[in-house]
């Protein structure tokens, strides 16, 4: 054998040595840390139900989502007649056709400094629509809803290098998907 035979030899035995080394490595540091945490923001697309116009109490095909982004909803008259402290979903779907961004909160497990900082997100971003509610029936502590589109949060701190930034950009991009968004008219300067 000559001696670039050899370095061939001793090279491939070093490979794999070291992928072995690396190997061990990955797996103790996997016991210790133990498997990835789920992200505490889910994004999901929600295929849309259409869009049918149901009376006060009518009974319709149940939502596609929780909360729900599409579907049997309100008119105008029936809006006008629900409770202000406690909308149901038809109504808030109606918005959501309109362009709302609609964020719930669930009592139960949102904490009173979270539903302050949601309160004032309105505020924050005065150019959207937005309609903040407690909803009892979210599955997750927080849920952000547009047409067709769901962000669940499993907790809200309000850190604007996380999931505040993650929110607001969300929000963001939902009104223009809307079917009867209409864009807000310019500011007059004067």
Do not use: C
Not at 67 to 79: C, E, R
């Amino acid at each position: 054998m000559n001696l670039r035979g050899a370095f061939v030899i001793a090279g491939a035995i070093g490979l794999v040595g070291a992928l072995t080394g690396f190997g061990i490595f990955k797996a103790i540091r996997a016991e210790r840390t133990g498997p990835p945490s789920p992200s505490p923001v889910q994004v999901s697309t929600v295929p849309i139900m259409g869009r049918q116009h149901v009376k006060a109490g009518e009974a319709h095909a149940a939502y596609a989502s929780n909360p729900p982004t599409s579907g049997p909803h309100y008119d105008a008259a029936a809006m006008a007649a629900t409770s202000k402290d406690q909308p149901v979903d038809e109504a808030l779907v109606a918005l959501l056709e309109r362009g709302y961004v609609w964020i719930s909160y669930n009592p139960d497990t949102a904490d009173q400094q979270t539903v302050g900082t949601l309160n004032n997100i309105p505020q924050e971003e005065p150019a959207l629509p937005i309609v903040v509610t407690a909803r009892p029936q979210d599955d997750t502590p927080v849920a952000v809803a547009g047409w067709g589109r769901v962000m669940k949060l499993q907790q809200f701190t309000g850190d604007p290098e996380s999931e505040d930034r993650a929110l607001h950009a969300f929000m963001r991009s939902l009104p223009p998907n809307a079917p009867e968004y209409q864009p807000p008219p310019a500011p007059i300067h004067g």
